[in-house]
């Protein structure tokens, strides 16, 4: 984590440096501190911090991945003639269980179109679920597990 903050404080350092803090500069002067920081990465002990960095972005294209699959596909089941919709709510057996982890996995399926996070059972062991079409609960089950919340354990742990 503080490996982050020397990587923002860069990032800042080369927008005031250069006189704009534009955002296109800040994210430049952050792809700069990621390179300045690969070049020592040994001597401040950052080897794991772009793993993780690679493991955040490897799930933020998986979110824009299914966020374009999941549109597609409500956008052809609302225009099917005939809609054989079969909506439902779900529990969804949680895997992660820490909050940030558990808040990120419920925003991740509300953002993608056709499910909607419900609430979290008291136990925090479930997460309830509603899909647009839940005729197969099981399939949608299995998508989650096997794609957001393997990819947040990747990134956060």
């Known amino acids: 984590m503080t490996l982050f903050l020397i990587n923002v404080l860069l990032a800042l350092a080369w927008a005031a440096v250069s006189g704009s803090f534009s955002p296109h500069n800040i994210v430049f002067g ?10 020592i990465r040994e001597q401040v002990g950052s080897v794991g911090y772009f793993g993780r960095a690679r493991r955040v972005v490897s799930l933020a294209l998986l979110f824009v991945y299914e966020l374009i699959l999941s549109a597609w596909r409500v956008t052809v089941l609302v225009l099917s003639p005939n809609m054989k919709l079969k909506p439902g709510i779900f529990a969804y057996p949680l895997k992660v269980d820490r909050d940030f982890e ?3 996995l419920a925003n991740l399926i509300t953002l993608t179109p056709g499910t909607l ?6 136990d925090r062991r479930f997460l309830y679920v509603h899909a647009i079409d839940c005729s197969d609960p099981a399939q949608t089950r299995r998508e989650i597990a096997d794609g957001f919340e393997r990819k947040i354990m990747e990134a956060f742990r």
């Open 30 to 39: 952050f792809v700069l501190g990621i390179a300045a920081l690969s070049l």
């Open 102 to 104: 558990i808040t990120l």
């Open 117 to 122: 996070s419900v609430d979290v059972s008291e």
